[in-house]
């Protein structure tokens, strides 16, 4: 796709760091972290987690699936870090 095809030419010359909501771009990537937030009215924290490639496929299928993780979801998402 033109969006990868684009983030991979950038990267060849630069570190490139995406935030991103889209499963095909984040099946595109070298490295994937997953940054999460919890808090209250007075106290929020962020916290940055590296994950394995087995959790990016986890979590690459549940961008694809939502909050229901399904066979299909993470079949698709092999299919999207494979391709």
């Known amino acids: 796709d033109a969006v990868g095809l684009r983030l991979r030419r950038l990267a060849s010359a ?3 760091l995406v ?4 499963p ?4 595109r990537a070298d490295a994937h972290w997953r940054i999460s937030k919890a808090g209250d ?7 940055v987690e590296v994950l394995s490639l087995s959790d990016r496929e986890e979590e690459i299928a549940r961008m694809l699936a939502g909050a ?3 066979d299909a979801a993470r079949a698709a998402a092999r ?3 494979d391709a």
């Open 19 to 22: 935030v991103t909501h889209s």
């Open 68 to 70: 229901q993780i399904t």
């Open 79 to 81: 299919a999207l870090m």
């Open 14 to 16: 630069a570190q490139v």
């Open 24 to 27: 095909q771009v984040a099946a």
């Open 41 to 47: 009215a007075e106290t929020v924290r962020t916290a």
